[in-house]
């Protein structure tokens, strides 16, 4: 191991357990984020002792967790749009409490539905973008492009999501 | 319906749905984790009369306890768990349940109804040498009986070292079960310790030794 050692695990549950349950429940929906979570964090702590540096923990989690919620949408069948996932996300959303000058709320659960429904990609890099508020390097890490890509995914992501309410 | 702006648009997708309870979602990796034995070194606090501990142990034993801070002589509980994957495996996690046992037998010291611990000691983190005979003769210490730092460093192998014998007190891993609270200075002062004098004097009451 290099002189920079990795800090106990439990810290990157404490640090970055939201951003990864936050991006799991907007891709595959509340009713498995918890499972796909566990997933994802027991990958990581059977990867951890062989990773050589304690940078970027946050962006190689989300990487796990994107890869993870693509294995458990493949696992789903090859229904773009697993009927339940969206309904469940669209129903966290009205159920949230939005604030009343928020007017646009309203119709956030047909905007996750829609969401949802893009392709794996472009629904990682849009809910990284806006739902975890990360930056393009970031996106870029967790998803193992370059920055280009990541911007290029959140852009034609928006460009479809757009489509479906104009 | 005008087309959504990209402002309107990315604002929406700003508030994102909720959902989820972080702390079940932690608990069920904490349960996997140490069903699929991936807990290398699990931890959990303790309350005591002296404040908060920290109990940490391995498969093989107590291998860190922590004393509630005093006046900066304590690490503080992040330097712990730091220090534990770094020394010892980074797969260090909360899991109480693991150290129920420690926790009741701390429990029963500190009502003066256990005079020994049962639970095993992990020595990863007392490096050999001096210090670690020094450290071994404090375990031998009984409950209720006090040796000097000059008598742990003859049976540690250097009846001189009576300095090192106090700096290894100061720098057990496993204070109270590794007793070294029961050292005291040759002129009769208590001397250190890591939790504070008012404790070391305290834990000897409790013991009757003083």
Not at chain 1, 108 to 133: C, F, G, H, I, M
Not at chain 1, 139 to 157: F, K, L, P, T, Y
Not at chain 2, 141 to 164: C, D, L, M, S
Request: aromatic letters at 6%.
């Amino acid at each position: 191991m290099s002189n920079e050692s990795l800090p106990p695990f439990q810290a990157l549950l404490d640090e970055h357990g939201s951003d990864v349950l936050g991006y799991l429940v907007a891709t595959v929906g509340p009713h498995d984020a918890e499972d796909v979570f566990q997933e994802t964090f027991i990958a990581a702590l059977r990867a951890y002792e062989g990773l050589e540096h304690a940078r970027n923990l946050h962006s190689w989690l989300l990487t796990i967790a994107h890869n993870k919620a693509i294995d458990h949408h493949r696992a789903r069948g090859r229904r773009a749009v697993p009927a339940g996932d969206a309904e469940e996300v669209a129903g966290s959303v009205a159920s949230s409490n939005s604030r009343p000058d928020e007017v646009v709320g309203g119709r956030d659960p047909e905007l996750w539905r829609a969401v949802s429904t893009l392709p794996p990609k472009q629904r990682s890099a849009v809910v990284l973008r806006y739902a975890t508020d990360m930056p393009y390097s970031k996106i870029a890490q967790a998803m193992d492009s370059s920055e280009a890509a990541a911007r290029r995914n959140v852009h034609e992501g928006l460009q479809k999501l757009r489509g479906e309410f104009a | 319906m005008n087309p959504l702006s990209d402002r309107q648009l990315e604002k929406m997708l700003r508030n994102a749905p909720t959902g989820g309870d972080l702390d079940r979602a932690v608990k069920g990796v904490l349960a996997r984790a140490e069903r699929d034995g991936l807990v290398d070194v699990a931890y959990a606090p303790v309350d005591s009369p002296f404040g908060k501990l920290l109990v940490a142990r391995t498969d093989r034993g107590v291998v860190r306890l922590a004393l509630p801070k005093h006046r900066g002589h304590q690490q503080t509980e992040d330097e712990v768990l730091e220090d534990l994957a770094r020394y010892v495996s980074p797969r260090v996690l909360e899991s109480p349940q693991r150290l129920d046992e420690e926790r009741r037998e701390l429990e029963e010291y500190f009502e003066g109804k256990r005079d020994h611990f049962d639970v095993p000691v992990d020595w990863e983190l007392t490096p050999p040498g001096f210090r670690n005979r020094a450290l071994h003769a404090v375990a031998r210490i009984p409950y209720g009986e006090t040796r000097t730092y000059a008598q742990i460093a003859k049976q540690a192998g250097n009846p001189r070292a009576f300095r090192a014998a106090g700096t290894a007190c100061g720098r057990n891993a496993i204070p109270l079960i590794v007793p070294c609270h029961r050292v005291l200075q040759s002129g009769g002062g208590v001397g250190n310790y890591g939790g504070g004098p008012e404790m070391k004097r305290a834990l000897l009451d409790l013991e009757g030794a003083l």
